[in-house]
């Protein structure tokens, strides 16, 4: 049974900082471009930004370039997003996901496993 567990959400004032982790199981991690999509509140999901499954390449959506860094760790199963100065408009439930490819997929359709999320939310 596949299992991706985020984890480090929480409350954090405008430019401050948050590390959100993905855990996961169940799954060849390294053989799957890990994402990471956040849904703001009274919107549709939306991509944030990805990375390829040896962690060679990383794609982000505009809006994060430069603030957000996502990194992954092929040994603890784990994938990372760095967020630094976050801003109100961050505020969103976070999720992770696996895609089965060698690429960086931005389309929901090609993540074939989600977690849960996890909640960050960003005081002005």
């Known amino acids: 049974q596949v299992q991706l567990v985020e984890s480090g959400g929480g409350l954090v004032q405008a430019g401050g900082s948050l590390r959100l982790s993905c855990a996961a199981s169940g799954l060849t991690f390294s053989s799957y471009a890990m994402g990471w999509f956040r849904r703001p509140p009274g919107k549709e999901r939306e991509f944030v930004g990805v990375?390829?499954?040896?962690?060679?390449?990383?794609y982000y959506v505009d809006s994060v370039k430069g603030r957000f860094t996502i990194s992954r760790d092929n040994a603890l199963n784990t994938v990372y997003l760095q967020m630094n100065s976050l801003k109100p408009e961050d505020t969103a439930l976070y999720y992770c996901?696996?895609?089965?490819?060698?690429?960086?997929?931005?389309?929901?359709?090609?993540?074939?496993?989600w977690g849960q999320g996890t909640q960050v939310t960003v005081s002005s």
């Open positions: 996901a696996a895609a089965l490819s060698t690429g960086l997929p931005s389309y929901e359709r090609t993540y074939r496993y």
């Open positions: 990375i390829r499954w040896n962690g060679g390449s990383i």
